[in-house]
């Protein structure tokens, strides 16, 4: 770690001392992301954000939590990157062959898990869980949780839109959601936007989305 720290301070802080001298002075990041705490997810390296361009919070398996469930590090990270740096972008992204999205779907009773942290938070994302078992239950375990990885992604954007501060400047055009999965394996990452505007969370939580994009 002295060696890379050493390296970081030669290479790139030294060669910006401008830049970072007025990171000093205070931040005002266009996007916030919440990605994943999985060591093979690093949504700076993946999408190359440099220091002061993302304000980022990493859980297990990138949920948020609806506003109802009470305070978490997650939403406590949303509620100051959304009022207090006024991002115009949340990117929530997801993986493949996550850890997390593998212990929801292999949950056999929700009541069961309060005697593990894992599945204590994991559970934000029964939504998608009940959905993907809707959608695929033909299909084998692994293949059932990479339709809920990227389920979860819509689930985790349609949660963002509980919280009245948010919904708020999405519709005032100020902030927009996005979702983004990083498949590790082959290296593509694919990117859209919630449709806003083709969503109705509070009647059945059914959303739309836009500009799909897939990079490889």
Same mark, same amino acid.
């Given at each position: 770690?002295?060696? !890379? ?5 030669? =290479? ?9 001298? #007025? ?16 060591? !093979? ?6 999408? /190359? ?22 305070? #978490?590090? #997650? ?33 056999? =009773? ?21 959905? #993907? ?34 919904? =708020? ?9 996005? /979702? ?24 059945? /939580? ?5 500009? !799909?994009?897939?990079?490889?």
């Amino acid at each position: 770690m002295r060696h !890379r720290f050493l390296s970081f301070k030669k =290479d790139k802080y030294l060669e910006n001392l401008e830049h970072y001298q #007025t990171l000093a002075r205070g931040q005002a990041p266009k996007f916030m992301v919440i990605a994943c705490a999985d060591s !093979r997810v690093c949504p700076s390296s993946i999408l /190359g954000f440099q220091p002061g361009e993302a304000f980022v919070v990493r859980n297990v398996a990138n949920l948020v939590p609806p506003h109802e469930n009470g305070p #978490t590090e #997650t939403n406590a990270a949303l509620e100051f990157a959304v009022n207090s740096l006024e991002v115009e972008n949340i990117l929530v992204v997801g993986h493949s062959c996550c850890g997390g999205i593998h212990a929801l779907m292999s949950m056999q =009773d929700e009541m069961s898990s309060s005697s593990s942290f894992i599945k204590s938070w994991v559970v934000v994302g029964k939504a998608a869980r009940l959905r #993907t078992i809707a959608a695929v239950s033909d299909l084998n375990l692994d293949q059932q949780c990479r339709h809920c990885e990227k389920e979860s992604i819509n689930r985790s954007l349609l949660n963002l839109l509980t919280y009245p501060w948010i919904e =708020d400047r999405v519709e005032k055009g100020m902030l927009s959601l996005h /979702g983004g999965y990083y498949d590790f394996a082959d290296c593509t990452f694919e990117k859209w936007t919630l449709d806003c505007k083709g969503c109705r969370p509070k009647v059945a /939580g059914e959303y739309s989305i836009k500009n !799909r994009e897939f990079w490889s």
